[in-house]
């Protein structure tokens, strides 16, 4: 544990940044399921829950270069970038329930949830990969176009909105 010095606090905001939990390889996502927070260490695979302290309860071993995971109200689905997959952890056991393949995946890097489906962004695959958040049945994918590289997604509830990395893009679904 440690405190990080802020070069520029913010006035008025009363916020210091305080190392909670160290020997990550490489942390790279991060959610929080409304009890604790998960973070994906793309260089170990594995996917931890943190309590409020930061303290690890539990680690989890899903595929090759976990990165942006999504939590859909039971499940977490992360994008696994090395492996071309999505692993489906249940939040409440850490139970991994599915890797999931095929669909269009190929760097995959990020997930978002509309209330029904999980959209999954296909970096070097140019395209956006879709999912059924209740029983995991891929619905197809989208071509973004040659060359764009879908990154960042997320969904307003109705709409998923993708961020086109190359093609310096937004598009909405």
Not at 70 to 93: E, K, L, Q, T
Request: aromatic letters at 10%; glycine letters at 10%; proline letters at 6%.
């Amino acid at each position: 544990m440690g405190t990080i010095s802020i070069v520029a606090p913010v006035p008025g905001l009363p916020w210091t940044a305080t190392t909670v939990t160290m020997g990550f390889s490489s942390p790279f996502g991060a959610l929080f399921d409304g009890s604790n927070v998960w973070v994906t260490d793309f260089g170990a695979a594995t996917l931890l829950k943190l309590n409020g302290n930061g303290e690890v309860l539990q680690t989890v071993t899903v595929a090759a270069e976990p990165a942006h995971p999504i939590f859909d109200g039971a499940n977490i689905w992360v994008p696994n970038a090395a492996a071309n997959s999505v692993s489906v952890v249940r939040a409440s056991s850490g139970a991994v329930l599915a890797t999931l393949t095929g669909n269009g995946l190929n760097l995959p890097l990020t997930a978002a949830f509309d209330g029904e489906r999980i959209l999954v962004t296909s970096y070097d695959g140019d395209a956006v990969s879709f999912w059924k958040a209740a029983d995991l049945t891929p619905l197809g994918f989208i071509s973004t176009g040659a060359g764009t590289h879908p990154r960042g997604a997320c969904s307003d509830g109705v709409n998923f909105w993708v961020s086109l990395a190359t093609a310096n893009k937004l598009v909405r679904f």
